[in-house]
């Protein structure tokens, strides 16, 4: 069984700064593409951010020259760094990856539960 543990959410003001961080545990064999999503209430759930295995990025236009993902694939976690942080950042995050599970190699998707990331002076 494979899982997403996020961490790293919180209350900041506006033009603040936080870190998200997102590790996979479990029986996997390959971690492909890993991102972030966000959902604000009443909202749909919206691309912010994706980051391929080889590291190449790709960001919602909403957080481009603000938000950075990274990743170390030792540790098999992502990370989000969010600056410049306005209300409309308001949502709760999610994590996900891709990634083939052992023993079968069988490829899935996973989701994290979610970390709450409130922006508000």
């Known amino acids: 069984q494979v899982q997403l543990v996020e961490s790293g959410g919180g209350l900041v003001q506006p033009g603040g700064s936080l870190r998200l961080s997102c590790a996979a545990s479990g029986s996997i064999f390959s971690l492909n593409t890993m991102g972030w999503y966000r959902q604000a209430p009443g909202k749909q759930r919206e691309l912010v951010a994706t980051?391929?295995?080889?590291?190449?990025?790709d960001y919602a236009d909403s957080v481009k020259g603000r938000f950075t993902i990274s990743r170390d694939n030792a540790k098999t976690t992502v990370y989000l760094q969010m600056n410049s942080l306005k209300p409309e950042d308001t949502a709760v995050y999610y994590c996900n990856a891709g990634l083939q599970v052992l023993p079968d190699y069988k490829y899935v998707e996973v989701w994290g539960q979610g970390a709450l990331v409130t922006v508000s002076s």
């Open positions: 980051i391929a295995h080889g590291g190449s990025t």
